[in-house]
Structures are given as structure tokens and as C-alpha cells.
Nanobody, 124 residues
Framework: QVRLVESGGGSVQAGGSLRLSCAAF?????????MGWFRQGPGKEREGVAA???????SCADSVKGRFTISKDNAQNTLYLQMNSLKPEDTDMYYC?????????????????WGQGTQVTVSS
């Protein structure tokens, strides 16, 4: 059974930093073509934040460019999202996801497995 478990969320003031982690069980990161982070707030659609391919190439949403960095440790089977210079508008539930055949790295529909999410709250 595949499980993705996020951790590292919390409450922080604007300008602060958080590091999210996503541990995988029953799934080997190196076998999946794309790993990604998404976020979703109440009444909002889930949106792509950042993604990383097997070859290490990354992409991220314009709204987080220069502030968030995605990385992964295949040996530890763990995905990370380093979030710096956090803003109140970054407040959301953050989810990690894994996909085998991903055409659009920012599209939730292209990802097969999902974690339960970790809450990030940024106060002004």
C-alpha cells in the first residue's frame, strides 16, 4: 500500500521559513517520474507549487519562484520543500504527490498518489 506522509507544517510570521518533508512508504521515489508539492485553501482549487523530475530538473509556480525550493533524497525516499520569505498568501494546506506519466507538472490530475497534507499558516 502506497502512503505519502507530509510533515513540517506550522504557524510562522511573514518573512519566516518552513521546511516541509514527505516520506514515502510502498513507493520508491526513484521509480516515479515526477514528485510534486501542491497547495489548496478553503474554497480554492488545488494548485501546483513545485515539481522535481527523476533527472533532478525542477519547476515551480511564478508565485513562489525565488522563495521556495524543491528537492528530494532518493536514498531516504523523502521529498522536501524549503519555503523562505513566507507571505500570508502562502497560507494553505500543502500536499505532496507522485506521478508516473506527468505531462503537466503543475496539474493535480497528472499525479497518482497523494499525501494527507500539512497545514501552513503565515501571519502578518
Amino acid at each position: 500500500q502506497v502512503r505519502l506522509v507530509e510533515s513540517g507544517g506550522g504557524s510562522v510570521q511573514a518573512g519566516g521559513s518552513l521546511r516541509l518533508s514527505c516520506a514515502a512508504f510502498g513507493l520508491t521515489y526513484s521509480r516515479y517520474s515526477t514528485m510534486g508539492w501542491f497547495r489548496q485553501g478553503p474554497g480554492k482549487e488545488r494548485e501546483g507549487v513545485a515539481a522535481i523530475e527523476n533527472d533532478g530538473s525542477t519547476s515551480c509556480a511564478d508565485s513562489v519562484k525565488g522563495r521556495f525550493t524543491i528537492s528530494k533524497d532518493n536514498a531516504q525516499n523523502t521529498l522536501y520543500l524549503q519555503m523562505n520569505s513566507l507571505k500570508p498568501e502562502d497560507t494553505d494546506m500543502y500536499y505532496c504527490a507522485a506521478g508516473l506519466y506527468v505531462a503537466d507538472r503543475m496539474s493535480p490530475a497528472d499525479f497518482s498518489y497523494w499525501g494527507q497534507g500539512t497545514q501552513v499558516t503565515v501571519s502578518s
